[in-house]
T-cell receptor, first 112, second 108 residues
């Protein structure tokens, strides 16, 4: 089954404790991206990747890192999480940046 | 940063009604547009792409007006299952910008 998976789905952590949210797709898509969704602000793009080893900043990259060492994986790293990073995070993949995005199920992160 | 604006609603309509949403965008370089549907606490899913010539998929019709920089979504014969949040999306280059979403509630 074609899908985008994210782990964990739910995470409660404390300020400053490094965490990684994994994202994996099995559709051989070149484009992958991360979004956060907050009430009243909608979905905002954090980072995107056009292909392996090619990443670029979206609208709200501060406090986040990404890597794209393999085509299928695009982890989101929070080196020192803060409470303002409490949000619902979605990973997405697509054949290109201009085509349909396929979203993962979301990761609900709470930073205390 | 270029913006995509939507009326957040909610739009409360009875079953069988026709409802229309508009979305305005400010980036004249936008290349492609989409409507996504998002159910509560779930991931967004593509509803339809939006073409300059307009396109229709069953009860759903999308239109793009580049001169006025807006896109629209028309839903005919609303069903209870259409209740969701509808997100409009514009793409310029490789970055996507989402509107804040319009919430639709279809009532019996």
């Amino acid at each position: 089954e074609a899908q985008v998976t994210q782990n964990p789905r739910y995470l409660i952590t404390v300020t400053g404790k490094k965490l990684t949210v994994t994202c994996s797709q099995n559709m051989n898509h070149e484009y992958m991206s991360w979004y956060r969704q907050d009430p009243g602000l909608g979905l905002r793009q954090i980072y995107y990747s056009m292909n392996v080893e090619v990443t670029d900043k979206g609208d709200v990259p501060e406090g986040y890192k990404v890597s794209r060492k393999e085509k299928r994986n695009f982890p989101l790293i929070l080196e020192s999480p803060s409470p303002n990073q409490t949000s619902l995070y979605f990973c997405a993949s697509s054949p290109s940046g201009t085509s349909t995005q396929y979203f993962g199920p979301g990761t609900r992160l709470t930073v205390l | 940063r270029k913006e995509v604006e939507q009326d957040p609603g909610p739009f409360n309509v009875p079953e069988g009604a026709t409802v229309a949403f508009n979305c305005t965008y400010s980036n004249s370089a936008s290349q492609s547009f989409f409507w996504y549907r998002q159910d509560c606490r779930k991931e967004p899913k593509l509803l339809m792409s939006v073409y300059s010539s307009g396109n229709e998929d069953g009860r759903f019709t999308a239109q793009l007006n580049r001169a006025s920089q807006y896109i629209s979504l028309l839903i005919r014969d609303s069903k209870l299952s259409d209740s969701a949040t509808y997100l409009c999306v514009e793409n310029a280059g490789n970055m996507l910008t989402f509107g804040g979403g319009t919430r639709l509630m279809v009532k019996p």
